[in-house]
């Protein structure tokens, strides 16, 4: 078994440096993909629950791994919350109770709007080479696409998922379905991204699914990438605590 | 006969004084030992009835399932045509809507930023609703340390050890965070109206009490409600009706396919309430049984010792011709007499006695608080309730031991050798 094993990963490590990539740059090139200097977003996120589903849009403004800004249009109860995250504080502001409260603690770990998404997960969005060990454990087709399984270990401590198994297109450079697990090695969650479209010269899903293993029956949420612009000018103000209030 | 033999136990104070006394204080204790089991359990059950398990609730089977979770996402809709079916279906019992939930209160300062903030169990209550008993059954005007009673769903009150932790004390503002029905996120202002003392243990620590609509607003749950709780018109938890009518409610709206259905549960099924039902009857009927036996082995003895007293006596009355039947049945008729006046005098002094502890009650708070268990919900002061039963129950006892002692002592008559009688009488 473990000879087959190491066949497999040598195998693949050996396809890997066939096509021209080692794991790095794999990882680097999925960075790539996934985050830029700048993006503003428009999307829509359907939580499907275990009783009702609900949509949920929002707009994001984001510079580069520090600064993120999302305010909430529909629907009417969500409709004027706003996120800030600078570095590693997030605040929220509701205009119900024309309150901005810092979130953290054990609330990072509390769900976003009611999606499997929580605000940790939210924060994490450091490039995957600087917080993971990767490990390329073969290759498989899906869906007639070729894919690298990739494993990737934590090499700093504190991440939410210190262990994720990445199911990479060869051609798009994009976790098309990842596992993400605690620790223990137990599943905690699991998203797929489907929808690969071509968006200023890199490949971008537009659509996400992230399914919270632990919740009983979770039939996952959906975020929709409905409009996405990189690398534009956001202004500063915009990163403002005072923003939230506006 | 009665009044022959009743004047014979007045005159003869050695004769009656002992056994009345003896039967007095058994029965007194019996009185107050039953009146205070009761008290205790009746609190114990109505502690718990009102703040989680009403002595009956409704809830989806899907809540039933996580209900530690507290998640709302699986609660019970369209509440108000259920309470309506319920209250129409059920008249022996008022039913109430409950939203239970949990959170963080925070307690801005005045730019608004974060000033304390504290772990919160709250419940939504429907306290505003013109015919709810809410008010009532919680006591909350008994238990009010501050303040005043809350008017509309913004007014919340707070657990006094919560508010002095939190810094907070009436007309402030705190901020709820929480989850709404959906798991949203949600935050949402209430104000301190007042603070309260449940004297409940553990439980008072993180609470808040809210009406149910501030609760629906707070977490988005319009006409619906984690639970509905039923109470008996008369506040006292009756097991069998209420474990009878579980049944029948749970038959009649089994459905298995659809894990939303509503399903019912008795106060018997919450927690280990089912193990204190049962260890409330049983406690109740070895106590009565342990007394009986006691009493009657002691008047026994007494009847023995009065035998030997009164041995030239019965001998008298039976050498001028009463038969040995008429003395026994007279003896046994004094005993019934003594056993009366003992349990009269025995239960009026229970009741005094136990009508004293019911207002004053037993303070245990310092126990209580080391507690960290919030399972079962016990008072902090033990109080006593006269029920009807103490009015009775004593005679059982009383009465009944007297007359066995008397029997089992007095088969000595039917040895006496009538042949012996005058010799003994020379002598």
Not at chain 1, 223 to 228: F, K, P, S, T
Not at chain 2, 372 to 401: C, H, K, R, W
Request: with cysteine.
């Amino acid at each position: 078994m473990n000879k087959i094993l190491i066949f497999i990963l040598s195998y693949s490590f050996v396809i890997g440096q066939s096509e021209g990539m080692t794991v790095q740059d794999i990882i680097k090139a999925m960075d790539n993909n996934l985050n830029a200097k700048s993006r503003v977003i428009t999307s829509k996120m359907v939580v499907h629950g275990r009783r009702f589903s609900r949509t949920i849009e929002s707009r994001n403004w984001v510079v580069g791994i520090n600064q993120a800004f999302t305010e909430y249009l529909s629907p009417p109860r969500e409709a004027g919350t706003k996120m800030l995250k600078l570095d590693d504080k997030l605040w929220t502001y509701s205009p119900q109770t024309d309150r901005v409260i810092q979130i953290s603690g054990h609330m990072l770990r509390q769900s976003v709007m009611g999606s499997d998404m929580s605000y940790n997960d939210m924060m994490e969005d450091r490039p995957l080479i600087e917080l993971y060990e990767a490990t390329l454990e073969g290759s498989v087709k899906i869906d007639g696409r070729d894919h690298w399984i990739m494993l990737l270990e934590a090499k700093v401590k504190g991440l939410s998922y210190p262990k994720r198994r990445a199911w990479i297109d060869k051609e798009y450079l994009l976790p098309m379905k990842e596992e993400l697990y605690a620790k223990s090695g137990k599943l905690l969650k699991t998203s797929t991204m489907d929808g690969i479209k071509k968006v200023q010269g890199r490949w971008f899903p537009s659509r996400f699914i992230f399914k919270d293993a632990l919740k009983r029956n979770s039939k996952g949420t959906e975020w929709v990438i409905e409009d996405i612009q990189f690398d534009v000018e956001i202004p500063e103000h915009i990163f403002l605590k005072a923003a939230l209030r506006k | 006969m009665i009044k022959f033999l009743t004047k014979g136990i007045l005159r003869d104070r050695s004769r009656s004084l002992f056994p009345v006394i003896v039967v007095t204080l058994t029965v007194a204790m019996i009185v107050l030992f039953q009146g205070f089991l009761t008290g205790i359990m009746n609190s114990m059950f109505l502690n718990s009835a009102v703040v989680s398990t009403g002595h009956v609730k409704i809830m989806t089977k899907a809540y039933h399932e996580e209900n530690q979770l507290l998640p709302n996402d699986l609660a019970l809709l369209d509440t108000e045509k259920l309470v309506q079916e319920l209250n129409r279906e059920h008249t022996d019992y008022f039913w109430t809507p409950r939203i239970t939930f949990g959170g963080l209160l925070d307690v801005p300062d005045e730019n608004g930023e974060t000033q304390a903030q504290g772990p919160v169990y709250a419940l939504g209550i429907d306290f505003l609703s013109p015919d709810s008993r809410q008010i009532e059954i919680w006591k909350l005007e008994r238990r009010l340390v501050t303040g005043k009673l809350p008017e509309n769903a913004k007014e919340v009150l707070l657990g006094a050890k919560l508010a002095g932790r939190l810094g907070l004390s009436c007309g402030e503002t705190v901020t709820l965070i929480g989850s709404t029905m959906y798991n949203a996120f949600t935050t949402y202002n209430f104000t301190v109206v007042g603070t309260f003392k449940l004297n409940l243990g553990p439980v008072d620590r993180h609470m808040m009490l809210v009406d149910i609509s501030g609760a629906r607003q707070a977490l988005d749950m319009e006409n619906a409600a984690s639970e509905i709780l039923g109470y008996t018109n008369s506040l006292y938890y009756e097991d069998q009706a209420a474990v009878a009518m579980r049944t029948e409610y749970n038959i009649n709206h089994n459905d298995s396919t659809d894990i939303f259905s509503p399903i019912m549960m008795a106060l018997r099924d919450a927690n280990q309430m089912g193990t204190m039902v049962d260890f409330s009857n049983a406690a109740m009927a070895i106590m009565l049984v342990i007394f009986l036996v006691i009493v009657m082995i002691v008047l026994w003895n007494m009847g023995l010792m009065n035998g030997l007293r009164r041995y030239g006596e019965i001998g008298m009355r039976l050498a001028i011709g009463e038969s040995k039947g008429q003395v026994y049945r007279s003896m046994i008729v004094e005993s019934v007499i003594i056993g009366f006046i003992g349990t009269v005098i025995g239960t009026a002094m229970g009741l005094g006695i136990t009508y004293y502890m019911q207002e004053v009650g037993l303070d245990y708070s310092a126990a209580m608080e080391s507690l960290s268990s919030t399972d079962i919900i016990m008072s902090n002061v033990f109080y006593a309730q006269i029920t009807p039963e103490l009015y009775f129950i004593g005679f059982i006892p009383g009465v009944l031991a007297t007359v066995l002692g008397t029997m089992m002592a007095g088969r000595a008559i039917y040895k006496r050798e009538m042949a012996q009688l005058f010799k003994e009488l020379e002598t």
